[in-house]
T-cell receptor, first 116, second 113 residues
Framework: SAVISQKPSRDICQRGTSLTIQCQVD?????MFWYRQQPGQSLTLIAT?????????ESGFVIDKFPISRPNLTFSTLTVSNMSPEDSSIYLC?????????????FGAGTRLSVL | GDSVTQMEGPVTLSEEAFLTINCTYT??????LFWYVQYPGEGLQLLLK?????DKGSNKGFEATYRKETTSFHLEKGSVQVSDSAVYFC????????????FGTGTQLKVEL
């Protein structure tokens, strides 16, 4: 399985600011995803990060609020823009590789964000 | 659309007790089914999976069988340990929409001595 590193692991931010979260994988992967896990809740898919093109956002999530980059097959960033306390969540990056394991997603350790 | 329903927690057991966490799903076609575990303060780890009907996924003493007829994928372990205390998520990857995962709400398991 791929080794996924997320940075930062946690942060405390002020209302109105933005935070960029990085996801680095130790090997080339087919797909990269960004999820949000609000306190005490399950995971919700924010978007699929597409290499070399705009991300594909799920219903309820927009590019202006959550801009995503994926410049290559091993790296992606998620920015949480103009933050409010409601954005306090764990943000997780996940990846799939190809071949026989193509439908298995592996997750990073997550970024724990608190917005004051 | 696809959905996953899990039993609500928390589930509190004594060490060496038998564990069952129920999971049922709604999906078109033949989804792949997963159990993920989230230990305190950590991200999600894949626990086990099954990709077709009657498949049994197993890992670390945990098992789950893909039951097409009952649309279920219940997680079981014969003897739990304190170290199994975590939140367990059932998930499916549908046959449409690429590899997107749909998660259940998660079930917290607490194992006491």
């Amino acid at each position: 399985s791929a080794v996924i590193s997320q940075k930062p692991s946690r942060d405390i931010c002020q209302r109105g600011t933005s935070l960029t979260i990085q996801c680095q994988v130790d090997s080339q992967v087919t797909m990269m995803f960004w999820y949000r896990q609000q306190p005490g809740q399950s995971l919700t898919l924010i978007a699929t990060a597409n290499q070399g093109s705009e991300a594909t956002y799920e219903s309820g999530f927009v590019i202006d609020k959550f801009p995503i980059s994926r410049p290559n097959l091993t790296f992606s960033t998620l920015t949480v823009s103009n933050m409010s306390p409601e954005d306090s969540s764990i943000y997780l990056c996940s990846v799939t590789s190809g071949g026989l394991a193509k439908n298995i997603q592996y997750f990073g350790a997550g970024t724990r964000l608190s917005v004051l | 659309g696809d959905s996953v329903t899990q039993m609500e927690g928390p589930v509190t057991l004594s060490e060496e007790a038998f564990l069952t966490i129920n999971c049922t799903y709604t999906a078109t076609g033949y989804p792949s089914l997963f159990w993920y575990v989230q230990y305190p303060g950590e991200g999600l780890q894949l626990l086990l999976k099954a990709t077709k009907a009657d498949d049994k996924g197993s890992n670390k003493g945990f098992e789950a069988t893909y039951r097409k007829e009952t649309t279920s994928f219940h997680l079981e372990k014969g003897s739990v340990q304190v170290s199994d205390s975590a939140v367990y998520f059932c998930a499916l990857s549908g046959t449409r929409g690429g590899n997107k995962l749909t998660f259940g709400t998660g079930t917290q398991l607490k194992v006491e001595l």
